[in-house]
């Protein structure tokens, strides 16, 4: 099974509300990752979590906040967002996180979030 | 800083041909490069990862090519379809410092194959 799982699949919020992404993986893979990807764009790293410790934190605004309560699932809490954050959220993972030569990321089909 | 350049940024032949998509980076010190799929609002498909010691990589009708000391590669797809018709991203993963791990991705090429 090489399956990586998001929910919502779309997201509608407005800025005060506080929601949370969900990712979930069962390759027992230890390194998960959340990307930002706006239209016409490539993936924009955001998180690395390693063996469910932050591991690179990309300088993201606080009102990300990322959560690896177990090394299956990843989540990312959502709060006092602008309408520039609305973009596809992706979540990947991999053997490690240390982008050692066989360490392939596995994506998500992501969420796509929208900020009224 | 690696910087992650594809070329060209969009193609289109008809169905049949074969065709090359190149890929360019800054910075030689990489432990893997990775090509990938996305279909429009879909997340990515890994097609193929070559490490940083291997010259090739091929998958079906699918072939990448790794040249890292001129930071160069490229995706060769023989006998393209319709349904190859996607943006395709390339990615390196860095090697050490704060960048570990990190994968770094160029602008993608769009592809239109028409019957």
Redesign the interface.
């Known amino acids: 099974d090489t399956e990586?799982t998001?929910t919502p699949k779309h997201l509608v919020m407005g800025m005060t509300n506080k929601k949370s992404l969900k990712c979930e993986q069962h390759m027992g893979h230890r390194?998960m990752y959340w990307y930002k990807q706006k239209a016409k764009?490539?993936?924009?790293?955001m998180f690395?979590y390693s063996y469910e410790k932050l591991s690179?934190n990309e300088s993201v605004p606080s009102r990300f906040s990322p959560e690896c309560p177990n090394s299956s699932l990843l989540n990312l809490h959502l709060h006092a967002l602008q309408p520039e954050d609305s973009a596809?959220y992706?979540c990947?993972s991999s053997h490690?996180?240390?982008?050692?030569?066989?360490?392939?990321?596995?994506?998500?089909?992501?969420t796509?979030l929208t900020v009224l | 800083k690696q910087e992650v350049t594809q070329i060209p940024a969009a193609l289109s032949v008809p169905e049949g041909e074969n065709l090359v998509l190149n890929c360019s980076f800054t910075d030689s010190a990489i432990y893997n490069l990775q090509w990938f799929r996305q279909d429009p609002g879909k997340g990515l498909t890994s097609l193929l990862l070559i490490q940083s010691s291997q010259r090739e990589q091929t998958s079906g009708r699918l072939n990448a090519s790794l040249d890292k000391s001129s930071g160069r590669s490229t995706l060769y797809i023989a006998a393209s379809q319709p349904g190859d018709s996607a943006t395709y991203l390339c990615a390196v993963s860095n090697a050490g410092g704060t960048s570990y791990g990190k994968l770094t991705f160029g602008q993608g090429t769009i592809l239109t194959v028409h019957p």
Request: charged share 20%; proline share 14%; net charge positive.
């Open positions: 990586v998001q390194a764009k490539p993936p924009e790293l690395v690179i596809l992706l990947a490690r996180s240390r982008g050692a030569p066989l360490d392939t990321q596995y994506f998500g089909p992501g796509r």
